[in-house]
Structure formats: structure tokens, C-alpha cells
């Protein structure tokens, strides 16, 4: 379980200490859990997500596969759900392993920054004045520059 694309819930902790337990020679894990946020105005009804089934898979695995290599890493995990999701909800999880600390939280922060701005999502905000698709934003473009 590497890469997943689900349309349900999953439990963050129990996934951790799976994916613990599996990192053999391991000295460092990090994660990161993605909470569906509500807007600044307070009101989100809904995050709809959809993607490619395949397509997004084969992206995610590759990006995988890239920080696996390029931070030395003994084991990563991408989790990212679609469909209907409410303020509150767990949208996504990654977590990294590797035998020192800078790898895991590099090979981190270098996952995140693609799932925000390259992986094969497309975001539509529901308010009760309608529904409106999420643009890119410039920060999370100029995030990747640095890799």
C-alpha cells in the first residue's frame, strides 16, 4: 500500500504504525495528515474531489518512486481521497522513512509540494452561494522550484 486513491475514510494513527512497523532500517519517520479546511468566511459545505482512476495512480507512484531515490528512503506512503469531502475530514496522508532525519523530512516536504500543485486532483469548493472550482496558487507553484 505505497500509493492509494480512495473515496473513504481512513484511520491516520492505525496507518502510521503500519507503515512503522514495515520500515526496516528505518532511523527517522515523518507524516503529514491533510484536514479538509473550512473556508476563512466559515462557509464550506463541501470539498469535491475528483481525478483519472489510473492516471493518477501511475503520478502518484512515479513521484513516489522519485523520492524514494532521490532521499534515500526505505519506504514512503501516499494516501489522497476523492469524492465528497466535509471541513474536518482527513483528505490525504504522507508518510516517509528513512535511515536520517533530513531525508525523511525533505522527501516529505518535496511529496507535499507536488500533491499540491502537480498531482492529477481537481478541487470544487460547495458553498451555500454555489460551487467553484480551486485554482492553483502561485505559492504552492513556487514551492516546487526549490527541488
Known amino acids: 500500500m505505497e500509493v492509494e486513491v480512495r473515496d473513504s475514510a481512513f484511520d491516520p494513527g492505525a496507518t502510521l504504525n503500519a507503515f512503522t512497523a514495515r520500515a526496516t532500517g528505518a532511523g527517522a519517520i515523518v507524516s503529514f495528515t491533510g484536514i479538509t479546511r473550512d473556508l476563512a ?6 470539498m469535491e474531489i475528483e481525478h483519472y482512476p489510473g492516471m493518477t495512480e501511475r503520478a502518484l507512484t512515479a513521484i513516489r518512486d522519485e523520492a524514494m531515490t532521490r532521499f534515500n528512503l526505505v519506504d514512503a506512503l ?6 465528497r ?3 474536518g475530514e482527513t483528505i490525504m496522508m504522507v508518510a516517509t522513512a528513512a535511515p536520517h532525519r533530513r531525508d525523511a523530512f525533505d522527501a516529505a516536504d518535496f511529496l507535499m509540494d507536488y500533491l499540491k500543485s502537480r498531482a492529477p486532483f481537481w478541487k ?3 458553498t451555500p452561494d454555489g460551487a467553484e472550482w480551486v485554482a ?12
Open 124 to 126: 470544487r469548493e460547495i
Open 85 to 87: 469531502l466535509s471541513p
Open 136 to 147: 492553483a496558487k502561485d505559492d504552492d507553484e513556487a514551492a516546487l522550484d526549490r527541488w
Open 41 to 46: 468566511t466559515g462557509d464550506l459545505q463541501a
Open 78 to 83: 501516499v494516501i489522497h481521497r476523492y469524492g
